[in-house]
């Protein structure tokens, strides 16, 4: 897995600089977007986040709603060229309490960890600047994931596990009346290394995972803006033969749901 981390950087390192030495010539004033034109943008955030998990399999089935605790997390993404190409690392924890019967303890604290790396850009621009692809943006990037959740008896509820991901980014960002803002986007991707300690589920096969967002911010200075979001992610994953935690030919299925407050600051 470090191998394959290591590799997921180099790319983004390239492809950082081919993108910032060749980048599409973009006008950011005409695209009239708060904070947009800032070299820096840091934002801090955290609320409440929801948890929905299912397990099917031959051998064992599972379902636990309304897993509920809390995500805060952090970001910093700096512009690269007056283009409007951004380099962005993100970091997000989310801490549930799931409550599961027919198991040992009947509850436990669930902790995932995200570290994103993600490299965008304005693509396309019209002469007016003002058509809804003018504010479409386009990324790709890696995510690496550390998933730790209490062992339960005669099995596990939730594998701990660690995962690198590949991610693509669609994002579109339109200011409306007075300093409010409005952000759209969409995530999307697959883990290319998938790793399960203790207990497993299986062969990994495969699996895919989709994250829409939408945000509403708030500019109070130039400098400082605030605002609030809300994400879900729906993730599915496949497995074949026989795990540990008794199951056999299974599949998950997660969707978390977080709705963070954020503060964000341009410098």
Known sequence: MKAIAASLVAILAFGTVAWAENPQKVNMDSLNLSGENSKWIARVFGGMSLLNYSLNSSGLSLSVPNGSGAVYGAELRRR???????????FLKTAVTLKVSGLSPSSVNQEVTKVRFLLSGYLFQSDSGSSVVDKLSLGLGAELLQQSTPPTSPSEVMSSLSSTRLLFLT?????LKSDFRFEFRISFGFPISHYEKNQNTGFYNFGYFIEPEVALTYSITEVLQVGVSANATWEQKFFSGAGSRGTQSASERIL???VPFEVRFNF
């Open 256 to 258: 978390p749901i977080s």
């Open 80 to 90: 690269l060229s007056e283009s409007g190409t951004y380099i962005r690392a993100t």
């Open 171 to 175: 994002e579109y960002i339109n200011s």
